[in-house]
């Protein structure tokens, strides 16, 4: 019973900031159930079940309130579900110290990259606006969206997009992270899609892989699905008040509180590898 409780929070707490920051929960998550005893590879494959499911919530109400991008999304997908298998079977070869350290240096990676982007003003420009008169690539696309009276109107890359699914897809395998973190880091330098667009579409396009992440990790024997029962419902309706959070804070505010997040279970999770 007390361990059910334990869940009902992790989920209810990792839900909440989930939804807002579209960060999957995974990188909250996962820390929490070592923190109470799960080891490092259960803790991946019950994160995943758990991204796939509050994701999904989360991902309804930024797609409904204008906050996630479908097609960005769609093009991050196939990458992560062909990359998602492999990173599970590599979860269960390392060792459970090294994934932990490997999880922290992955979070703290996303959390450098993202402060780096915002006291540098953006050096790294995603994809440049084509001019007038120049024939834009394929591949490149523009999107518009318009948030809280706010119109956005930004080129992006659908290659640069599949690859960063790929990349993120490995790591959710690996680590059960989701690539929410990591993925929102690599929308906003890489692909170019603003904050705001960027944590709802992080949301949107994870949720697929998730599901092929869970099936491995079962398959492997990672996952218990009556332990994750109550932390997915806390979660799921967790996530539907972040999402709804997202609109209150400043885009400066919400990748603020990411970094300083990333930073603080980054730094956890190495302590926790390496001692």
Same mark, same amino acid.
């Given at each position: 019973?007390?361990?059910?409780?334990?869940?009902?929070?992790?989920?209810?707490?990792?839900?909440?900031?989930?939804?807002?920051?579209?960060?999957?929960?995974?990188?909250?998550?996962? @820390?929490?159930?070592?923190?109470?005893?799960?080891?490092?590879?259960?803790? #991946?494959?019950?994160?995943?079940?758990?991204?796939?499911?509050?994701?999904?919530?989360?991902?309804?109400?930024?797609?409904?309130?204008?906050? #996630?991008?479908?097609?960005?999304? #769609?093009?991050?997908?196939?990458?992560?579900?062909? #990359?998602?298998?492999?990173?599970?079977?590599?979860?269960?070869?390392?060792?459970?110290?090294?994934?932990?350290?490997?999880?922290?240096?992955?979070?703290?990676?996303?959390?450098?990259?993202?402060?780096?982007?915002?006291?540098?003003?953006?050096?790294? @420009?995603?994809?440049?606006?084509?001019?007038?008169?120049?024939?834009? @690539?394929?591949?490149?696309?523009?999107?518009?969206?318009?948030?809280?009276?706010?119109?956005?109107?930004?080129?992006?890359?659908?290659?640069?997009?599949?690859?960063?699914?790929?990349?993120?897809?490995?790591?959710?395998?690996?680590?059960?992270?989701?690539?929410?973190?990591?993925?929102?880091?690599?929308?906003?330098?890489?692909?170019?899609?603003?904050?705001?667009?960027?944590?709802?579409?992080?949301?949107?396009?994870?949720?697929?892989?998730?599901?092929?992440?869970?099936?491995?990790?079962?398959?492997?024997?990672?996952?218990?699905?009556?332990?994750?029962?109550?932390?997915?419902?806390?979660?799921?309706?967790?996530?539907?008040?972040?999402?709804?959070?997202?609109?209150?804070?400043?885009?400066?505010?919400?990748?603020?509180?990411?970094?300083?997040?990333?930073?603080?279970?980054?730094?956890?999770?190495?302590?926790?590898?390496?001692?």
């Amino acid at each position: 019973m007390f361990f059910a409780a334990e869940l009902i929070v992790i989920g209810a707490v990792t839900g909440l900031l989930s939804g807002m920051l579209g960060a999957g929960g995974g990188f909250l998550f996962v @820390p929490l159930l070592t923190l109470v005893g799960v080891p490092m590879r259960s803790a #991946a494959g019950l994160s995943l079940l758990y991204v796939a499911c509050v994701a999904t919530s989360g991902a309804v109400t930024h797609y409904r309130q204008g906050t #996630a991008d479908v097609k960005v999304a #769609a093009a991050a997908i196939p990458g992560g579900i062909v #990359a998602v298998p492999l990173g599970s079977y590599c979860s269960a070869i390392l060792s459970n110290d090294l994934l932990q350290v490997i999880f922290g240096l992955t979070v703290l990676g996303g959390a450098l990259a993202l402060h780096w982007q915002s006291t540098h003003r953006n050096p790294f @420009p995603g994809v440049p606006v084509v001019g007038a008169g120049v024939r834009r @690539p394929r591949w490149v696309v523009l999107r518009r969206a318009r948030v809280q009276g706010a119109e956005y109107l930004f080129p992006v890359s659908l290659l640069r997009g599949l690859v960063v699914g790929a990349a993120t897809g490995f790591l959710s395998g690996l680590l059960g992270v989701g690539g929410g973190p990591i993925m929102v880091a690599l929308l906003i330098l890489l692909v170019g899609v603003p904050v705001q667009i960027a944590m709802g579409t992080s949301l949107l396009a994870i949720v697929v892989p998730a599901v092929a992440g869970v099936i491995t990790h079962y398959g492997l024997g990672h996952i218990d699905i009556a332990s994750a029962v109550p932390a997915v419902l806390a979660g799921a309706l967790g996530a539907v008040f972040g999402a709804r959070g997202a609109l209150v804070l400043s885009a400066h505010r919400l990748e603020s509180i990411l970094v300083w997040l990333l930073t603080l279970v980054g730094a956890y999770m190495i302590g926790q590898g390496i001692v």
